[in-house]
């Protein structure tokens, strides 16, 4: 079992969608947890990242943390063309520890 | 501008051969890795460095070796002892070691014949 997951798509959306993507991971130890946006043959960005439990909100984007069932999310709202790309999460144990990244999930958005 | 460079985009080598990606970066930070990018996986750590002259394996380093001697600078070569070099190679940085803020740069496209 893979310590992250992460369902790899596509995920295909009009515009203006509220958009869920989401990881599960194993390893309770985990503290801090990232988004990276990736488009097409780029290096990733990082988008969002939360430490522990709860909510952070960005603009257009939220990002949930429920460590009780070992899961986390990004919300786009209002999603654009613009926002198509590959999302990937990426989460580690503490600020000295190396990231474990998701295999990251597609997102189309038409118009 | 700051941020990290790679170079070359797209790489095209032979079996056998030796090769050294680029990567550069202006934004001060102590530590650089070295990842590869496969369809269907996520990101794998091949090496990091936390400080220049220092540099520590990550989870595949075999047939992957690194050098740290400038802070800017982190290459990586791809000996032709990796069995499966062709992959997308990002490099990435950020302000202190192990600090979960990772800037990363374009990425090396190498294809392997």
């Known amino acids: 079992q893979k310590e992250v997951e992460q369902d790899p798509g596509p995920l295909s959306v009009p515009e203006g969608a509220i958009v869920s993507l989401n990881c599960t991971y194993s390893?309770?130890?985990?503290?801090?947890f990232m988004w990276y946006r990736q488009y097409s043959r780029k290096g990733p960005e990082l988008l969002m990242y939360?430490?522990?439990?709860g909510n952070k909100e960005d603009g257009r984007f939220t990002a949930q943390v429920d460590k009780s069932s070992k899961y986390i999310s990004l919300f786009i709202r209002d999603s654009q063309p613009s926002d198509s790309a590959t999302y990937l999460c990426?989460?580690?144990?503490?600020?000295?520890?190396?990231?474990?990244f998701g295999t990251g999930t597609r997102l189309q958005v038409f118009p | 501008d700051g941020g990290i460079t790679q170079s070359p985009k797209y790489l095209f080598r032979k079996e056998g051969q030796n090769v050294t990606l680029s990567c550069e970066q202006n934004?001060?930070?102590?530590?650089m890795y070295w990842y590869r990018q496969d369809p269907g996986q996520g990101l794998r750590l091949i090496y990091y460095?936390?400080?220049?002259?220092?540099?520590q394996k990550g989870d595949i380093a075999e047939g992957y070796s690194v050098s740290r001697e400038k802070k800017e600078s982190f290459p990586l070569t791809v000996t032709s002892a990796q069995k499966n070099p062709t992959a997308f190679y990002l490099c990435?940085?950020?302000?202190?070691?192990?600090?979960?803020?990772?800037?990363f740069g374009p990425g090396t496209r190498l294809t392997v014949t």
């Open positions: 990435a940085s950020s302000i202190l070691a192990g600090n979960y803020e990772q800037y």
């Open positions: 390893n309770s130890a985990f503290q801090y």
């Open positions: 939360t430490y522990s439990s």
């Open positions: 990426a989460m580690s144990a503490s600020n000295t520890d190396k990231l474990i």
């Open positions: 934004l001060n930070h102590d530590a």
């Open positions: 460095s936390q400080i220049v002259n220092d540099f």
